[in-house]
């Protein structure tokens, strides 16, 4: 005897949960299966040091689609975001343009980059480094935003088949094209750079300031396996520019209680919508009968019949371990397997008794500069570097590390007077060295190595820990199931985005198995706390199934 | 129009291959064509130089067997006086520990060579790679022969272009279809290792998608520079190796002769400082340096993109924001030649004594796709490759003329030294020339034991050499950085990909024009194409 469903829905994280309340909404009897006892994939919180609270894995958030909040009302579902203002660049001691050297032999503090969203105060900072770079900002912050609007539409398209040439699939892209006939030159020029270039050659464009350069253009290899001098990243900058909150571009901010906050707010809205979610509930497998899916196995025996599943696992995890091997066609089977995971980050969160105090800028009464995005990125060198490490399978010597401190803004999240201290690490190559083990034998390894690129800037850093948690790739993959602890669900290089992503042909959430849709980072656009995969694939889904619609348009 | 007396139709500024090759295709049209070289002699790139007396030497570019057979054909070179060979060894890669990969002109022999060295797996794949090489360099090279459409304004031949170039997409059969699309922007590295398993026939292969690059084999868009690479020649997955008798520069040669023998006028120690525009923004004649100015319907430049629009032209008449965006053309040179007179052959621990494998490009340091990798490396920071990767040729081998008159037991090694940056961090290229030269025989000595004792004479060309000798802004040799940011419709820039600058009447004909570098003329005839277009509509 077993339930059914017209969708199952694999993966609680924040596309599953979003597509489960699009199909929900649609009037579907959906069904969530969450492996985990949390719901939110990479988007959790757990307290994993008593009485601090970490955002685990995925810390920021600004790339959810306005529309999804507003369509499944998720302020009214608890979702509030707490916004983070500025990024602190703290460089070495004896560097920076007032140098602060020091006197009688003793090196001085190292001076600082400070951006604020205040743009004025910004450029009023720039001045300090370069008039140069002070006008450029304005203009190409400008610009930035004028190819943010342009590639908004691209978020909400569905892939064409190119080897199809079913003229229909081609109508948005036309439309696309249309619209970049209408940019000025000079734009549709920054475009296609946009989509060729190493970030940092890019930005060479407008910028002289190398730790300006360095830390802008450490947005274009977040979860990437590639350097700021590597073709490709150029898009991984835009990728990360079209974060909106409140309409807009490039703002960041924090959710309240953590990025758990997010998936709980979403899992309310899809629960409000009608959706049942199960968390503690792996599945084993997809069945399958005649090309179709036509429900889930789950790891305790449990078989629930469904007319769709959708899984927002993996394109690996969902091809290849959810599904029975020959199922497959064998050529499709050989394009997933080439899909190129490669993860390249790593996640180190600490518990603080006291804040981390810069030598570059003591702690002040407001602590204005800690509240905002603190990025240990002083020079395209030392970033180019620490790619270089990796690409050999390395970690990083001098990791880049992205650290907020979220008690700043929601205090909620430790002890009074305490605070916690999340660190993106980047590099963190999955595939090691051979000679260097696995990364079991390197976990406590990589986290001295953090701690001591954060000491170097500042160094009370190492008396003020009290607790921590170390995520490698290999953690990443282990615990929220993303194949070689890729964030993205799959590196975000050219060769995989758009048509490509998973694999041509199949760029619309289809599979080749009937009633099988993936709604997860593997599919167009990508990864980051979006949305927009589950929630397009949630359309066509409804689609599908005889013109449903949830009452949106895509 | 003001075309004084005397004017010609068209001005080739810069007799390199691509240059000639316009030329030719121009006067051959009925059009006054008048080639301006600033050097003593024709070639550009396409140079031999005397290394020693009676020793003859390919100076940048060694081997010329990408040059599109329609140009050999159209222009009758052969008539001309340029003769090819071809010997049956294509490349010859030598390990450290006395293995080698050797690739041959035949498909099969090559994997009955891998078999012997216990590569099976990759014996049994060489074929079906070569396939696919070959398939997806035939369309582009099919891409390569148009020009590149008009966006701006598309027109009838734009969508019949088009729709022809979609037919030949489909033409690769849905499963290649696919492929191209995954495979251009991907690194070469990815690329070679979805076909083949042992590194150091990876590393083979992947060479020839960095070849004169600022790109590792980890970079993107490397695997579209082996395919550019493969386009329209024999090259297949082993890749060319064809030399022309007399050294890369008789190609110059026959190009010039073929150029006159249609009445072109091709004048050398001419250098062009400026190209003259009327108030309209219309190209109307150049400038030489002796200050003497020559009028032309159509001034059409095979010079660098980024020399010919911030060099040449009125900056008034260009504006500020293609200024800029010409300024920002990347050009990160990074390649060196030296060339060694020998006394005698050397002698490859790996080849084992059989000359036969010393005829093809000898690969030097290129033992894994890391080791590419990591030479590459170097670079990035300004500096030179401590192991840097060579590609050698010894020319003498299957043309003994250039040493006709030497020594008996004479031989001449070109070498294409990478990674070495025309932007030194630390140093300057004057007091890095003969180190880097010991640095080359250095590494030649790990597969080659004594060759050193063997230089009777050297000449190196560093990055700044081929600037200023040469006139490669930042040395490099293909005019604009081989990367994704600069191909096809965007290649020196979005909107002028149509060989036409944005002066009416300018063109741009040279290796910065789509398909881009190589000796393969394909610039210079697609150029010659739309000015004759032009041309013609205007008269």
């Known amino acids: 005897m077993s339930a059914r469903y017209d969708a199952v829905v694999i993966g609680g994280g924040h596309n599953g949960l979003i597509a489960a309340a699009y199909l929900a909404r649609g009037g579907l009897r959906t069904l969530v299966l969450e492996r985990r006892h949390v719901l939110g994939g990479a988007a959790v919180t757990e307290e994993v040091v008593p009485g601090f609270r970490f955002s685990v894995a995925s810390y920021v958030v600004s790339l959810l689609r306005p529309e999804i909040i507003r369509e499944l009302d998720l302020p009214g579902h608890g979702l509030h975001i707490l916004p983070l203002d500025g990024t602190f660049t703290p460089l070495l001691p004896g560097s920076g343009p007032t140098r602060r050297t020091g006197a009688n032999g003793v090196p001085g503090s190292g001076d600082y980059l400070w951006r604020v969203n205040d743009h004025g105060r910004t450029v009023r900072e720039l001045r300090r480094w370069s008039l140069r770079d002070a006008d450029a900002y304005e203009e190409y912050g400008l610009l930035m935003v004028e190819m943010a609007k342009f590639i908004k539409p691209i978020l909400g398209l569905l892939p064409p088949d190119p080897t199809g040439w079913d003229p229909r699939e081609f109508i948005g892209l036309a439309g696309l094209a249309r619209d970049f006939g209408r940019l000025p030159e000079r734009e549709q020029a920054v475009f296609v750079q946009l989509m060729t270039m190493p970030s940092a050659d890019f930005l060479d464009q407008w910028f002289e300031t190398d730790p300006l350069k360095a830390t802008m253009s450490a947005s274009g290899i977040i979860g990437t396996y590639l350097g700021i001098r590597s073709p490709g990243t150029a898009y991984v900058l835009l990728h990360h520019y079209m974060g909106e909150i409140d309409g807009a571009f490039r703002a960041w901010g924090i959710p309240k209680g953590g990025t758990g906050g997010i998936s709980e707010a979403i899992g309310r809205a899809a629960q409000a919508q009608g959706a049942e979610i199960r968390t503690e509930a792996p599945v084993a497998r997809v069945r399958t009968r005649d090309g179709r899916a036509t429900g889930v196995v789950l790891e305790s025996g449990e078989e629930i019949e469904a007319d769709a599943v959708v899984s927002t696992a993996d ?101 009074p007077g305490k605070h916690v201290l999340s660190c993106f690490v980047q590099y963190a190559p999955y595939h090691l060295d051979p000679s260097l083990g696995t990364w079991d034998d390197n976990r406590e390894a990589f986290g001295d190595t953090v701690v001591d690129r954060i000491a170097e800037f500042a160094p009370n850093i190492r008396e003020a820990i009290v607790g921590r948690q170390v995520l490698t790739p290999l953690d990443i993959e282990r615990t929220i199931g993303l194949t070689e602890g890729n964030i993205f669900q799959g590196e975000l290089s050219l060769e995989q985005l758009f048509f490509n992503r998973p694999v041509p042909g199949y760029a619309r959430f289809r599979t080749p198995i009937r009633d099988l849709w993936l709604a997860g980072s593997s599919t167009h656009p990508g990864g980051g706390i979006m949305g927009a995969n589950g929630r397009l694939a949630a359309l066509e889904v409804l689609r599908a199934q005889g013109g449903r619609s949830a009452g949106v348009r895509p | 129009m003001t075309v004084v007396g005397g004017g010609y139709d068209a001005i080739v500024v810069g007799g390199g ?511 010659a194409r739309e000015i004759v277009k032009d041309l013609r509509s205007r008269i």
């Not at chain 2, 060694?62 to 222009?75: K, Y």
């Not at chain 2, 498909?107 to 216990?118: F, H, K, Y």
């Not at chain 2, 003498?396 to 037991?409: C, I, K, Q």
């Open chain 1, 315 to 415: 394109a690996k995890v969902t091809f290849l371990d959810l599904l029975d091997g020959g199922t497959l066609d064998r050529d499709f089977e050989a394009e997933i397997r080439r899909f190129k995971f490669r993860g390249s980050s790593g996640k180190v969160n600490l518990a603080l008794d006291r804040l981390p105090e810069f030598t570059s800028l003591p702690n002040a009464e407001d602590l204005e500069h800690l509240r905002g995005a603190i990025s240990l990125s002083p020079s395209t060198d030392d970033m180019e570097r620490a790619y270089d490490d990796a690409k050999y399978g390395r970690p990083s010597a001098k990791p880049y590390v992205d650290m907020i401190i979220p008690t700043l803004v929601d205090p909620s999240m430790a002890p």
């Open chain 2, 17 to 527: 291959h691509n240059g000639l090759t316009c030329a030719a295709y121009l006067a051959r049209a009925g059009l006054g064509v008048l080639v301006l070289e600033r050097r003593e002699r024709v070639g550009g790139i396409a140079d031999t130089v005397e290394i020693a007396p009676v020793v003859r030497s390919p100076a940048i570019a060694a081997t010329v067997g990408r040059l599109r057979a329609s140009v050999a054909r159209d222009l009758d070179l052969r008539a001309h006086g340029l003769s090819l060979v071809a010997p049956a060894v294509r490349v010859f890669a030598p390990g450290h520990d006395g293995s080698a990969v050797v690739l041959w002109a035949d498909v099969d022999r090559t994997a009955e060579d891998l078999r012997r060295r216990g590569l099976t797996a990759d014996a049994d794949a060489w074929s079906e790679f070569d396939r696919l090489v070959r398939s997806l360099g035939g369309f582009m090279a099919d891409l390569g022969e148009q020009t590149p459409p008009d966006i701006a304004n598309p027109g009838v031949a734009d969508a019949l272009g088009g729709l022809l170039l979609g037919r030949k997409y489909r033409g690769l059969g849905r499963l290649d279809a696919r492929t191209i699309l995954r495979v251009l922007a991907m690194p070469v590295a990815d690329f070679v290792a979805e076909s083949l398993v042992s590194d150091a026939l990876r590393a083979a292969v992947a060479w020839r998608g960095v070849r004169n690059a600022s790109l590792g084999p980890w970079s993107a868009g490397s695997t579209l520079n082996l395919l550019q690479d493969a386009a329209g020649n024999d090259g297949g997955a082993a890749g060319e190796t064809v030399f022309a008798r007399g050294g890369p520069g008789a190609l110059a040669e026959a190009l010039a002769s073929a150029a006159r023998s249609f009445g072109a006028v091709i004048r050398t120690e001419a250098e062009v400082v400026a190209v003259r525009s009327n108030p309209d923004g219309v190209a109307t004649g150049v400038v030489l340096a002796s200050g003497e100015e020559i009028a032309a319907r159509a001034v059409v430049s095979a010079v660098d993109p980024k020399q010919t629009l911030l060099r040449f032209v009125d900056p008034i008449a260009l504006g500020p924001t293609l200024r800029w965006r010409a300024g920002n053309i990347r050009q990160p040179g990074v390649v060196a030649t030296v060339a060694l007179a020998l006394s005698r052959l050397p002698s490859f621990s790996a080849a084992d004594g059989d000359e036969r494998l010393l005829r093809g490009r000898i690969l030097v340091g290129a033992e894994g796709v890391d080791a590419l990798e990591r030479a590459f490396d170097a670079a990035k920071y300004g500096r030179i490759s401590e192991r840097p990767v060579v590609e050698a040729t010894i020319p003498s081998l299957v043309d003994p003329s250039l040493v006709d008159g030497a020594e008996p037991g004479t031989h001449v090694l070109h070498a294409h030294v990478q990674w070495t940056p025309r932007e030194l961090r630390d140093g300057d290229w004057e007091a890095c020339r003969e180190p880097l030269a010991d640095s080359l025989i250095a590494q030649l000595e790990t597969v080659a034991p004594g060759i050193g004792g063997l230089v009777t004479a050297r000449r190196v060309l560093t990055p700044l050499d081929l600037e200023r000798d040469y006139g490669l802004s930042s040395g490099h040799p293909w005019h604009a950085e081989p990367a994704l940011e600069s191909f096809f419709l965007w290649r020196p820039m979005l909107g002028y990909a149509r060989y036409r600058m944005p002066l009416r009447g300018l063109y741009l004909a040279g290796s910065g024009a789509h398909p881009g570098g190589g000796i393969t003329g394909g610039p210079g005839q697609n150029a």
